[in-house]
């Protein structure tokens, strides 16, 4: 029996998704996360062995989430359903440990067949994320976002000051150095070319990576 875990900011979002699955036998929904802070605590108060997981949740990201997850549980399932088209976040999703990566605008028939293909071991890929692997796996990174050349690390503290997040509170929260957090800015802005915050911000926004 597949146990899921719903994390997902939107009530809509949400019962829409309990909606799609009601009439599968073999998936129930024992759980919900309403913020990226839930995730471990609904998943250690519940027997859920299965996530499906928000990129954009409030209080901790979808992929600083994804990333303890993998770090906890290493063979949870989890599956990224999101807002945001493959080419933002789906390859640094699998990366981190991610079993497969689905758009929200997917039909109902595609999630019920991501989620049993991930629980019986295999990796949900769609036909336009294959054709971007590909792409980096021969070295033709042209559909390739900027982004993607940064580190886990990198990205993560860019996305983080994109968000308005002090480097002082970035240091304290992900128990780094603020010298360190200061290096790691020097690298984001060096790797994508930035001048200053503004530009950082710009792109994040034009990229919705926030």
Known sequence: MINLLIADDYVLIREGLKKVLRNEPDITVVAEATNGA???????????NFVVLDINMPVKSGLDVLFDLKRMFPQLPVLILSMYPEK??????????????????????????????????????????????ADTLVGDNKL????????????????????????????????????????????????????SNTDLIRYCIQNKLI
């Open 38 to 48: 839930e995730v471990l605590k609904k998943l250690k108060k519940s027997d859920a």
């Open 144 to 195: 390739l976002v900027s982004h993607e050349t940064l580190s886990d690390r990198e990205f993560q503290i860019m996305c983080k000051i994109a968000e308005g997040e002090s480097l002082k509170s970035i240091s304290e929260n992900l128990s780094l150095t603020l010298s360190t957090v200061n290096t790691y800015r020097n690298r984001i802005n060096e790797k994508m070319k930035f001048s």
């Open 88 to 133: 933002t976040y789906a390859l640094r999703s699998l990366k981190a440990g991610a079993s497969g990566y689905l758009c929200k605008e997917s039909a109902a028939e595609e999630l019920v067949m991501a989620i049993k293909k991930v629980w019986n071991g295999g990796k949900y890929i769609t036909a336009s994320l294959a054709e971007l692997l």
